[in-house]
Structure formats: structure tokens, C-alpha cells
């Protein structure tokens, strides 16, 4: 079996990292499958831009290796007793790539561009009603209403803190970001590489413990699993994140190098448009997910890993024990088609990403899957950035398409906007979904917000606006000598302020 990074192993590496210190030096290359759409936190919504940005901008707070919240840019912050004001103390000292001082404007201006209608996380934080900066060092939030997921949109990647001064001139974030972040910005090849270098003044904190142990850190971006695991054969790159499951035993079998895996936080769905005929018919969608067997899926697309029944990653403290997974019943399936009046020669345009490989042989899994029972499918590749901007965005031009959510550390992160049907590029239309996901988001009581996501869960369960499909393994290889690399809990991105290179 391969080696699980567990929590504990994480946190060590944290420690020893800090022990190290910049001690350790060199470039860390690493290969993985999605290149960014933009260097942005603040306009985007793909794990594969804040798997770089992470290394870029730091959160007011972050969670650390077990998924507990801690202080990041800030080193405290208490919730009044009416749970309606939050308020933050800043580390001082802290500088940004360009020289300027960290202050709480800064701050303020990163939560007013968040709230703006550009911002695609602005229903986060429209809770915050104002900000206040009474000093430098002092962040003071207002809300109009409880917001207990407040704190865990504050510690995603989406949460950074930018510049003020920056922010006011218009900069162009996208292309030159500029953050307090571990690493500094060199250059971005499109569909190549991104370069990052370490920022020597980086601060102290909990999981922060100065300048990073490496010099340089390559992202490289290789769609191919077979030229990710050949580069890190001849030593080209030095983690993998993208080994396809038949190589794993081997990467296995070979001292230099090591083989980590987890449960990643990611929801793998066939998402369907609910607004077009006969996926906007409950009994449709069920027949879907019917015809599918999603534990076969799992272990041919994506190498293992646990089929789910709602929209949720498996193992949620949120899913209910009664929601299983659909079981495999391609007569039943049949059964529902012919009932709904689905007719002869019914095709479906599926809209597979690119450079996901393997959502696009789980495409075509499900492909043959629907052809046993009478329902036709069209595939076309898609390349990411247009697959956000047409399929996810809009004008959402699709009857299938297959992506892997990844997890939010609150589950209002996973579901707000679910049953508003102009909220998410499926359409699901729920208004008693909506009313309870809303609830839940502004309900301090933890007790009444778990019956309230398990209503909502168990309506998506019923009504499935999905083809459930599962959640895989985070799997990564690395070389032995290549260590503190690590995968942050739920949001699935790269930390890099342990990374070292013996």
C-alpha cells in the first residue's frame, strides 16, 4: 500500500522545517497537470491557480496540517458575544514583495474587492456590512448577521491580503501578483511554467517560520502522466502530482523516490445541466446516476477512493448516515427512462476538460455506461480556461460535464447557492434547498446548522442534480530527497514554506 502522508507526518515536516531554516537550498521543480487561469485569489474560483497562489499571498488566517484554524497575517482576533463583530489583531512588520508595510488597510481594501460583484466568492463575505481600521495593526469586522463560515472563507486561498496602495491603482494582480507570500513572482510562460523565488523577509508565525528552505520553486505545467513520472525518473522534476495509478507500484519499488497519499477534499460529479429537457426531470437524473457503476469508475479513472451519494466529499461530518451512494441497476435505469418519456436517440453533449486525463476516460466511461441504456452521448474536449469561462461561468452550453469540486473547510463553501438556479452553472432549482443552505449559513448554533446542511444533502441526494460519482486519493510522488512538501486539508492546495532539497 502506499505511504499516507498523515497529519502527523505533515505537522513534523512543518517543525523540521523550521528547525532548518534556509539552511537547505537549490530549484524544487514540480509537475503538475492545470496550469492557472489567472494569479489573481480574488477572481477566481480553479484549485489550480490557488495551488500556486498559496505560495504567493498570505489569509488573515490558515489552517494548519489537522485542518484546525490558526493565525496567519493575523496573530489573534476574538468574536463578540452577539457573534456579530469580529475583530482581528495584525502581526507587525510585515512587508509585501514590494517593500510596502502590512497595515489594516490593507486588509479592508482586500475585503471591499472581495464584496465586489467581480469577485466570483462576493456571496462569502456579503455578511461583512463594514470595516473598521481604528489603528494600524487593528482589523474590525461588522456583520449584519452571524456568519460562522466567516472565518473559514477568511483561511481559503480566495481570502488573501493584497496591497491597498496596489488595489486603488488598478494593478494587474492577474499577471504580476504581488503578496506577502512565502515566494516572490518571477514569471509565468503560459502553458509552461511558473517561477517563484523565496522572499527572505518572510515573517514568523505559527505555520510561517521565515524564509522558505529552498530558492526557487518551478511549477511546471505536463498534462502527460507518462512525461510527469519519466521527469521525475531522470530527475527533471522533483514531485509529481499527476502519476497515473498503474505506475504507482513502481515509483513504490524505488528507494529514490516516494509515493504519498491521502483522501483528498475534492467531490468528483458528472454534473448535469438541469435546465434542458429531461435533465430538468428528477426521475431523469436518478435513471443517470443508475446507469452508472461509480465504484468501477472510480478505480479505472482515478486509481481508488470512495463513491459518494450527495454533494459532499466522502467521510464529511456533514452527510448523514442515511445517504448512500446510487447502486449500479442498469434495468432500473431503464425503467425511470421509459417511464419520463424519454425518447429513442436521446444524446447528451458532454464537455470533458482538458488537461484532466482522467475525467476524460471517466467521460467515456459513463459514456458507455448510457449507451447500455438507450442514451446517446457526444464528447468534446474542452481546454481548462475555456471550460471556466463557457461551461462553469457561463453561458454554461452543456448537457454533461465531469469536474472534481474541492472541499471547503465550512460546508456553506461547498453548498451556497445550490437550489438557486442562476447560483451554479448545473441550474438546480430547489427554493426549499436554497432556504436551508441560507439558513444554515447564518446560524451560529452547530447542532441546528449539521440538520440543516443534512436537509439540503439529502434533497441533492434524492433530486440529484448530479451523476455522483466519488472521492479519489490525493496521490503525489516525490523524490526521497525532495522533502516538506504538502497538501493543505479540504481546499487541496501546495505548501511550500516546509519544502527542503537534500
Known amino acids: 500500500m502506499p505511504r499516507t502522508a498523515h497529519s502527523l507526518v505533515l505537522a513534523a515536516l512543518v517543525m523540521t522545517a523550521a528547525c532548518l531554516g534556509s539552511a537547505a537550498a537549490g530549484t524544487v521543480t514540480i509537475a503538475t497537470a492545470a496550469q492557472p487561469d489567472t494569479l489573481d485569489p480574488h477572481r477566481t474560483s480553479a484549485t489550480s491557480a490557488f495551488q500556486t497562489t498559496k505560495s504567493l499571498y498570505d489569509t488573515l488566517v490558515e489552517p494548519d496540517p489537522e485542518g484546525v484554524i490558526v493565525g496567519a497575517l493575523a496573530e489573534s482576533w476574538t468574536l463578540s458575544d452577539d457573534a456579530l463583530t469580529l475583530s482581528f489583531r ?56 452571524p456568519a460562522p463560515a466567516l472565518l473559514d472563507s477568511l483561511a481559503s486561498g480566495w481570502g488573501a491580503i493584497l496591497p491597498a496602495a496596489l488595489i486603488e491603482a488598478g494593478h494587474d494582480f492577474g499577471n504580476r501578483p504581488i503578496g506577502t507570500g512565502p515566494f516572490v513572482f518571477r514569471e509565468w510562460v503560459r502553458d509552461s511554467f511558473v517561477r517563484l523565488v523565496a522572499n527572505p523577509d518572510y515573517y514568523h508565525g505559527v505555520l510561517a517560520q ?72 428528477a426521475d431523469v437524473r436518478r435513471a443517470l446516476n443508475l446507469a452508472v457503476d461509480a465504484e468501477t469508475i472510480m478505480d479505472v479513472a482515478y486509481g481508488g477512493g470512495y463513491t459518494i ?5 466522502a467521510g464529511s461530518h456533514w452527510v448523514p448516515d442515511t445517504i448512500e451512494p446510487y447502486p449500479y441497476d442498469p434495468e432500473r435505469a431503464r425503467d425511470l427512462l421509459r ?133 479519489p486519493f490525493t496521490t503525489f510522488a516525490r523524490a526521497a530527497r525532495a522533502e516538506g512538501f504538502w497538501i493543505t486539508p479540504l481546499l487541496d492546495t501546495f505548501d511550500l514554506r516546509s519544502l527542503t532539497l537534500d
Open 90 to 145: 495584525l502581526r507587525q512588520g510585515v512587508r509585501f514583495h514590494d517593500g510596502a508595510t502590512l497595515t489594516s488597510a490593507d486588509a479592508a481594501a482586500s475585503l471591499r474587492r472581495l464584496q465586489a460583484e467581480a469577485s466570483p466568492k462576493a456571496n462569502e463575505f456579503a455578511v461583512i456590512d463594514a470595516v473598521d481600521t481604528p489603528d494600524d495593526q487593528t482589523l474590525v469586522l461588522r456583520l449584519g448577521q
Open 210 to 281: 521565515g524564509a522558505p528552505g529552498v530558492d526557487e520553486v518551478v511549477i511546471r505545467f505536463v498534462p502527460d502522466s507518462t512525461v510527469q513520472w519519466q521527469g521525475l525518473r531522470t530527475g527533471e522534476f522533483h514531485v509529481a502530482l499527476d502519476i497515473a495509478s498503474v505506475d504507482w507500484p513502481v515509483v513504490e519499488d524505488d528507494e529514490r523516490f516516494v509515493l504519498e497519499q491521502r483522501p483528498s477534499g475534492l467531490a468528483l460529479v458528472a454534473a448535469m445541466n438541469n435546465r434542458r429537457p429531461y435533465l430538468d426531470d
Open 309 to 313: 451519494g450527495t454533494f459532499m466529499e
Open 339 to 471: 417511464t419520463a418519456g424519454v425518447p429513442p436517440g436521446w444524446t447528451l453533449d458532454m464537455a470533458l476538460p482538458q488537461p484532466y486525463d482522467e475525467h476524460i476516460v471517466a467521460g467515456q466511461m459513463i459514456q458507455d455506461y448510457l449507451r447500455d441504456v438507450g442514451v446517446g452521448t457526444e464528447i468534446r474536449i474542452v481546454e481548462w480556461g475555456v471550460w471556466l469561462a463557457e461551461v462553469f461561468r457561463g453561458p454554461r452550453d452543456f448537457d454533461l460535464t465531469i469536474v472534481g469540486h474541492t472541499g471547503k473547510l465550512d460546508a456553506s463553501g461547498r453548498l451556497s447557492g445550490y437550489g438557486h438556479p442562476d447560483a451554479t452553472y448545473g441550474g438546480f432549482d430547489a427554493p426549499e434547498v436554497a432556504a436551508w443552505i441560507d439558513r444554515a449559513a447564518e446560524t451560529a448554533d452547530r447542532d441546528t446548522r449539521r440538520e440543516l446542511y443534512a436537509l439540503a444533502l439529502e434533497r441533492l441526494h434524492a433530486e440529484a442534480p448530479f451523476i455522483y460519482i466519488g472521492t
